[in-house]
């Protein structure tokens, strides 16, 4: 599709002049898609920028290169075609940024969260809408701004506390009762600790009976400050008290294994104790390395050997009674 002089004047201006971005401008120019492609993971944020850009002036073939290029498994070049094809604005990309929404990566399912929101299509509703319950704070946030730049308005009080939650609005969730249930528990899946704790905040606020089983596995959580929120929410969520500690035992436990410690300081005198997190393991282990040269220069590996075993023995011994004694938090 050859460019008019008019419009080619307004892209070089749009990309930066021809002087400041010859390569894009000439990428461009050509219509070399796979260029304009590379151009998408240079380190230049700018000239990923305009490469996005220009392969979104393309036209329809620009759209289908693009679908099919969504097949590299480079993320970062992913990330530049999903922005490329949401500035299309082409209902075609729909279902391709459809299917990034269930990738992996909260990084491409955040780029393609926003870049639905570019195209202004009724199709584009219902995958965002799924989006609302996705396990990462970012991609519901994306998708909660693309709904809305889309003028969508929920149709029920589920669906309008899903809105709320992922653009974090938990003063109006609290206030909404059982129909916010649901969405809160979703966030309890975040791998955020803030948004968790949050949420366990919110299940408490609400104050229905029905959060008993969020509640339970809140009290389970990799954190401690969440499990203890999740602990003051029991009463208000309808969980009896006497179900807590059968609750907290199936928390990850984070207790040291004593034996480990025990066994790097036998064969590495001092690192025991570094790993239960005793700042003077290492200096231990700096002393050991200097007494070590110092005996075996002077005494001779047999006797060197007789003097430090029963040491390291001891110390193995000691780090072994220091994690064993320790409380599992």
């Known amino acids: 599709m050859p460019v008019g002089a008019r419009e080619g004047e307004v892209l070089k201006l749009q990309l930066g002049g021809l002087e400041k ?7 461009y120019r050509k219509k070399d898609l796979s260029g304009l492609t590379r151009a998408l993971h240079h380190p230049d944020l700018k000239v990923q920028g305009d490469a996005a850009f220009a392969l979104s002036r393309v036209g329809t073939e620009g759209v289908d290169y693009l679908i099919r290029a969504l097949r590299t498994r480079n993320r970062g070049k992913r990330i530049g075609i999903i922005e490329a094809l949401g500035m299309t604005g082409d ?20 780029a393609a969260a926003l870049a639905l929101g570019e195209i202004r299509d009724a199709a584009v509703i219902q995958p965002l809408k799924e989006a609302l319950r996705d396990a990462d704070k970012y991609v519901r946030y994306g998708a909660a701004l693309s709904l809305r730049k889309n003028s969508w308005e929920p149709e029920n009080l589920k ?5 709320l939650a992922a653009l974090q609005e938990w003063e109006e969730i609290e206030q909404m009762g059982a129909c916010a249930l ?4 979703n966030t309890l899946r975040d791998t955020d600790r803030n948004i968790r704790l949050r949420a366990v905040m919110a299940l408490r606020a609400l104050a229905v009976p029905g959060a008993i089983f969020p509640c ?3 009290i389970r959580d990799p954190d401690e400050e969440v499990r203890w929120e999740a602990v003051r929410a029991a009463s208000a969520c309808g969980l009896p008290a006497r179900f807590l500690p059968r609750a907290l035992l199936g928390r990850p436990k984070t207790q040291k294994n004593p034996y480990i410690a025990g066994f790097l300081n036998f064969m590495l005198p001092g690192m025991g104790y570094s790993y239960l997190g005793l700042w003077w393991g290492l200096l231990i ?42 409380p599992d938090l």
């Open 21 to 27: 971005n010859p390569d894009i401008w000439e990428l």
């Open 91 to 110: 209902a075609r990309a729909i279902a391709p940024l459809g299917t990034q929404l269930k990738d992996r990566s909260n990084e491409v399912r955040w």
């Open 159 to 163: 669906e309008k506390a899903f809105l």
């Open 182 to 185: 649901s969405a809160v528990e």
């Open 216 to 218: 339970y596995e809140a």
């Open 285 to 326: 282990f700096q002393i050991d390395v200097y007494a070590t040269v110092l005996i075996f220069t002077t005494t001779g590996e047999f006797l060197s050997l007789s003097i430090l075993f029963p040491i390291y023995f001891v110390i193995a011994i000691h780090a072994w009674y220091i994690a064993k004694k320790r």
